[in-house]
């Protein structure tokens, strides 16, 4: 079992950043696979970026290439989601989930434990 809570959602305005960061609870973090998804009202849940157990690749969904970095700190037993340059349609709930084993690592049910999410809001 893994738990994983969320932190460092905010309201910022369009152009502003901030921080995301997933503490997991457990022996085995640096077994899994990480990512981050988020949802806003209405919509699916989206893929937003996700990082390999050693933290040597890293995967983003186009929308925020260039905007966002994920990172981890397996000492320490936490990823993050740093993001920069923020507009208004990146507001959503923000995810944080773990994997034994992913194949296309950006589909939500190859995740086997998740966070309970924190809000971003980005104002114009």
């Known amino acids: 079992q893994v738990q994983l809570v969320e932190s460092g959602g905010g309201l910022v305005q369009a152009g502003g950043s901030l921080r995301l960061s997933c503490a997991a609870s457990?022996?085995?973090?640096?077994?899994?696979?990480m990512g981050w998804f988020r949802q806003a009202p209405g919509k699916e849940r989206e893929f937003v970026a996700a990082?390999?157990?050693?933290?040597?690749?890293?995967y983003y969904v186009d929308s925020v290439k260039g905007r966002f970095t994920i990172s981890r700190d397996n000492a320490k037993n936490t990823v993050y989601l740093q993001m920069n340059s923020l507009k208004p349609e990146d507001t959503a709930v923000y995810y944080c989930?773990?994997?034994?084993?992913?194949?296309?690592?950006?589909?939500?049910?190859?995740?086997?434990?998740w966070g309970q999410g924190t809000q971003v809001t980005v104002s114009s």
């Open positions: 990082i390999t157990r050693r933290g040597i690749s890293t």
């Open positions: 457990g022996r085995t973090f640096s077994s899994y696979f």
């Open positions: 989930a773990a994997a034994r084993t992913v194949y296309s690592r950006n589909h939500p049910d190859e995740y086997d434990y």
